[in-house]
């Protein structure tokens, strides 16, 4: 049996954290692992020139003990023979009294092996050492004797210091005293050196772990600043949202009871009005009818009459709250018919003027634009005292542009709509605002000129159904 965990969706605002917050995480960390590998390699180049330096320091030491030994010796070695024993015996006495700091001391051994001064290891002293080998396998005596062989030189290798008897690294600087075949020499211990080198690369560990630290909490410091901020910001904008939520349902409510009470007055002025004298008209008819009056046919004709008139009502106001032929036939002949209505009511004189389109709008737009002209009519009709109006539709590359203009008084108030009060403005904002669309208003006391530009987007082509890029004319 397969349990299916749950998906986990991530919020909107989450996803804005993870956008936000992601890039600054794997910037710091790509900038931690960068300083940390250039602090590291610094550092050990540093170090190795420390180290490097110590241990020079302690190589021109031990040349230099060296050097004044020979020199020392020099008096009785240059006058004595090969088998001269007595100026050997005086030789060996001089270097076994040769020693300094706590493990300092010079050694003899002869090409065979044999050890011949050992002042701090005297348990070493005329035994063979030629196999004796330190912790890393190296065959140490062997070394100074074939270092001594060439003349002098460097030999680095494990050896146990005297205090202790464990083992420790050790530079020895080797010399011969060929006429007697000895390897002659003095060593220093280097273990300080390397202590110090790790003691110095552990500050560094140190240095670069605290660096981490600091840029961990930078990071998190940011990141808390950013998760702060966000949640002020949405809480910010959810209040707005709120807000502005509350302000469109209220408006929604508003335009609902106007039309509600536009549609009520329509039914009590006209139509109401219009069945009632149809009703007067028949009741007269029936009395005259029953009477025998030959003017009852005269009554039941204007009865008839005034119920036409109510019929025609009927679908005008039909027509207002949503007309057939915008469906049937378009956004065209809809405006040309809702301009020769306006102007038939008003006695306005009225003007419609388009091209027939290659394209077709989208239904929302057909809807927005259709609104958006009854809306204006509307405060033409109200407001303006015009005596024209002048409405054209007409498609083109960019998309489609519905121009509507008066010759009436104007609008007292700035040329930007956003700032304009009237519900029926910001309705026409708001439906413009839905087609992702422009709105302009252009008013002056000769007259007010509202424009209105559908994006390329809501036009679609005929040859594939599809929105998108289509030629319109």
């Known amino acids: 049996m397969h349990t299916r965990l749950p998906r986990i969706a991530p919020s909107y605002g989450q996803k804005l954290f993870l956008l936000a917050t992601l890039p600054l995480i794997l910037a710091v960390t790509a900038i931690s692992a960068l300083v940390a590998d250039q602090s590291r390699a610094l550092a050990e180049r540093e170090i190795a020139a420390l180290e490097r330096q110590m241990i020079e320091a302690k190589k021109a030491e031990l040349r230099n003990y060296v050097t004044q030994a020979r020199n020392g010796l020099n008096y009785i070695y240059g006058m004595a023979g090969p088998d001269n024993l007595a100026a050997q015996s005086e030789v060996k006495q001089i270097l076994s009294a040769m020693t300094y700091g706590d493990d300092g001391f010079f050694f003899v051994y002869d090409y065979d092996g044999t050890n011949l001064v050992s002042p701090r290891q005297t348990d070493m002293i005329n035994r063979n050492w030629w196999d004796l080998t330190d912790g890393n396998g190296r065959h140490v005596v062997q070394a100074f004797i074939a270092t001594a062989r060439e003349g002098t030189g460097w030999v680095t290798h494990l050896w146990p210091k005297p ?62 600043a950013v998760f702060a901020s966000g949640m002020i910001l949405n809480i910010r904008e959810r209040r707005l949202a709120d807000a502005k939520l509350k302000e469109l349902t209220q408006r929604v409510f508003d335009a609902q009871e106007e039309e509600r009470g536009r549609v009520a007055r329509e039914l009590h002025d006209g139509i109401s009005q219009l069945l009632v004298g149809v009703r007067y008209a028949l009741d007269s008819a029936r009395r005259r009818f029953d009477a025998g009056d030959a003017r009852a046919s005269e009554t039941l004709d204007r009865g008839m009459a005034s119920l036409s008139d109510a019929i025609q009502e009927v679908r005008r106001i039909s027509r207002d709250l949503r007309p057939g032929v915008l469906d049937d036939l378009g956004l065209g002949p809809a405006l040309k018919a809702l301009v020769v209505d306006f102007g038939a009511r008003t006695g306005i004189e009225t003007t419609f003027d388009t091209v027939v389109f290659r394209n077709r709008l989208d239904n929302d737009s057909k809807i927005s634009l259709y609104r958006i002209a009854q809306e204006a009519l509307t405060n033409v009709e109200r407001h303006s005292g015009a005596t024209h109006l002048s409405v054209d539709l007409r498609g083109h590359r960019n998309g489609a542009t519905l121009r509507i203009s008066d010759n009436g008084k104007g609008m007292s108030a700035p040329s930007t709509s956003a700032q304009w009060q009237g519900i029926g403005l910001r309705n026409m904002q708001e439906r413009v605002d839905q087609m992702e669309g422009t709105l302009r208003i252009h008013s002056t006391r000769s007259g007010t000129v509202i424009e209105v530009q559908v994006p390329l987007s809501h036009i679609i082509d005929p040859t594939t159904g599809a929105p998108g890029p289509a030629s319109a004319k």
Not at 186 to 208: N, P, Y
């Open 163 to 224: 205090g202790t008897g464990e083992e420790a690294l050790m530079v020895t600087y080797v010399t011969a005293l060929h006429s007697w075949k000895w390897a002659m020499g003095t060593g220093v211990f280097i273990d300080d050196v390397l202590a110090t080198t790790a003691a110095a690369r552990a500050d560094v560990e140190a240095r670069v772990r605290r660096t981490f630290f600091y840029i961990g909490a930078i990071t998190a410091a940011a990141l808390f």
